[in-house]
């Protein structure tokens, strides 16, 4: 199976922080890689579909960047509804697989 | 505007069958472009795919769970269900079912993401 590792574990930042979240994969997955944002208690929303498409409704602010094996989730300006935990997922294989989640905190 | 919602016994207990079903609302699970399945949660941890399956039957597991996992679709009744077997502590979880949108992409070719899911279920394992 293909394996996802997200960095950093946790983060804390401030409102109005620009703020990267890194995901790689164990093999090239060209650009099948999705996010998703989930808060405490609530399924996970989508974000970006292969590597840089904005689900539609999306604020601009969330960007997805990468392909082969290394990914970028960017959050331009952070906004008080945007700390939650964010997970990377590969759609390479229907077999598919996610990161381990990255929390994002107010600092 | 398309709901998922599962349904199922909240506490299940060890060696026995974990038995749920998620039911699409608004919309039709015997459509061409979508497969349905269930993503499980444990208490403070990650999301794990469990399996998938298309209107017509045709289903994908994840390996670590094969053994145990069967996945149904009911079309007549807009259903589809999880049977996990020999559940043990390690089962407990956030059960949540989702659909996955197949697309064609033009820079890529065929896409899927998960892109509507239900509000989830809490199984405890417990005797």
């Not at chain 1, 929303?45 to 960017?74: E, N």
Request: aromatic share 12%.
């Amino acid at each position: 199976d293909i394996q996802m590792t997200q960095s950093p574990s946790s983060l804390s930042a401030s409102v109005g922080d620009r703020v990267t979240i890194t995901c790689r994969a164990s093999q090239s997955i060209s650009s099948y890689l999705n996010w998703y944002q989930q808060k405490p208690g609530k399924a996970p929303k989508l974000l970006i579909y292969a590597a840089s498409s904005l689900q539609s409704g999306v604020p601009s602010r969330f960007s997805g960047s990468g392909s082969g094996t290394d990914f970028t989730l960017t959050i331009s300006s952070l906004q008080p509804e945007d700390f939650a935990t964010y997970y990377c997922q590969q759609s390479y294989s229907t077999r598919t697989t996610f990161g381990q989640g990255t929390k994002l905190e107010i600092k | 505007q398309l709901q998922l919602q599962e349904s199922g016994p909240g506490l299940v207990k060890p060696s026995e069958t974990l038995s749920l079903t998620c039911t699409v609302s608004g919309g039709s699970i015997s459509s061409s472009s979508y497969y349905w399945g269930w993503i499980r949660q444990p208490p403070g941890k990650g999301l794990e795919w469990i399996g998938s399956i298309y209107y017509s039957g045709s289903t994908y597991y994840n390996p670590s769970l094969k053994s145990r996992v069967t996945i149904s679709v009911d079309t007549s009744k807009n259903q589809f269900s999880l049977k996990l077997s020999s559940v043990t502590a390690a089962d407990t979880a956030v059960y949540y079912c989702a659909r996955h949108t197949y697309r064609f992409l033009a820079f890529i070719g065929d896409y899927y993401y998960m892109d509507v899911w239900g509000k989830g279920t809490t199984v405890t394992v417990s005797s």
